[in-house]
């Protein structure tokens, strides 16, 4: 269950393309940065999700020449990929769990034995797709032939458009490129709306109206081929579960726009900005709780029973934010920010595309608590402050907000002097940005640990003032 918000560059305060989505499953689901080298495969060989023990048997010829890229996968399968980016600059973003509807399902059910799910997305595409566009296709050929294992949305960028996929039912789907002057936002939704065969900036599954018209799911004579009405769910759920997370973010950046927070389907699939928006924005709202609103379930004490289901939950495995900067080199203009765990209480660190080799211990964690792994050191914080909210969080955040601050000073710093340096010693310009790059996640973490600590004092001295036991003298 997932977040999902997008920002295209016309509306972005300096022109960069914007994707970011939170991941949603278990706190004890431990997230891994890992940098996938380039590799050549032998005629015939097979990618085959059950090696790696994943949720399906999906099997898909290998490419003769697998491209580097990244990924953020979980620690059980190395699958799972939430995020990552290719040697050539494409970043995928997937996925969005969205939900058919019932009827529709029943006649092209998503094939749970051997279809893609989540679990091969990532992996699958970013050694083979070059563009957005690409990516696109490829995705939509498969759910074609293949079938989806299970209802997902996915972002695609390269340093020109960013286009965004959903499934309809098992075979069929829809994608549409994002307009450059507007944002989108999805809960766990089916969000994208008007499909016309005829449009340059829109693909489908070749049978889509067709399926649609042919089980009484479309009517010709109603209007306009609508593809979440034909395919997605839009029942009592999605009122209190998904809508609220839309209207949220609507309601963040467009504050004159007055609409009912049960309106979800009829909310605007696109929408301009009444200003323009930056990474901290998309760091915003992946942090979003509803703050200091009646359904705020952490700040006026924990609450597990609120209807509303915020952006950001405990049960956050990890949340990112992709950056494209088209007019910079992508080793430096290409950025994801990371947050491990839950985003509230996380600091997003940037992981730039060029980035060579990190440590091992990004690339370790089980669902067990360790003493090693980059996530358990932010989870261990965030859960210790969960005890606490009202009195930790703001310490936490406050400390967090200041870090990212610093980070962007010294990211403007790293990438003027690789841009000068880069046309004279490539080589030494990389050997710059892996240098700054892991100085910067080393120091966020000793800073998550300085935290880590801190709060464990208060909680102790809180927790003494309880139960001292004091003699009359007050020392014994």
Known sequence: MCTTFIVGGKCSADGSFIMARSADSSALKAQLFLIHPAKDYAAGEMYRTKDHNGATDFVYPQPAHAMRYTSVPNWQTKLHGAVGFNEVG?????????????????????????????????????????????????????????????????????????????????????????????????????????????????????????????????????????????????????????????????????????????????????????????VEDAKRVMRDHFDGSEHDPYSNGLNGKEPWRPVSVFRTYEAHVVQVRPWMPHAIGDVIYIAFGMADLSCFMPFYQGLESVPEHYQIGTDQADSASVYWKFRKLQTLVMTNYEVYAPLVKKAFAEQEQALSAKQAKLEEEYMALVKTDKEAATALLQKVNLEMLAETEALCEKLTNQVFTLATETIQKDIFFANRSKKD
């Open 90 to 278: 494409l970043a995928v973003t997937g996925t969005e769990s969205i939900f058919a509807r019932d009827d529709a399902l029943a006649i092209d059910p998503y094939n749970k034995e051997s279809g893609i799910t989540e679990d091969d997305i990532i992996d699958i595409i970013l050694p083979r797709a070059k563009t957005a566009k690409e990516g696109v296709e490829l995705l939509g050929k498969i759910i074609e032939t293949h079938g989806a294992g299970e209802g997902f949305g996915v972002g695609f960028c390269d340093d020109k458009e960013i286009w965004y996929l959903e499934t309809g039912t098992g075979h069929q789907w829809f994608a549409q490129r994002i307009p450059d002057d507007v944002y989108f936002a999805s809960g766990n939704q089916g969000r994208l709306r008007f499909y016309d065969p005829e449009a340059q900036d829109q693909l489908a599954s070749p049978t889509l109206v067709e399926f649609a018209e042919k089980n009484g799911f479309y009517d010709p004579a109603k209007g306009p081929f609508d593809f979440a009405a034909a395919y997605t769910r839009n029942d009592e759920r999605d009122r209190i579960y998904n809508d609220p997370r839309v209207w949220q973010i609507q309601k963040l950046f467009n504050p004159s726009v007055i609409q009912p927070v049960d309106d979800g389907r009829e909310f605007a699939v696109f929408m301009k900005p009444e200003r323009k928006l930056s």
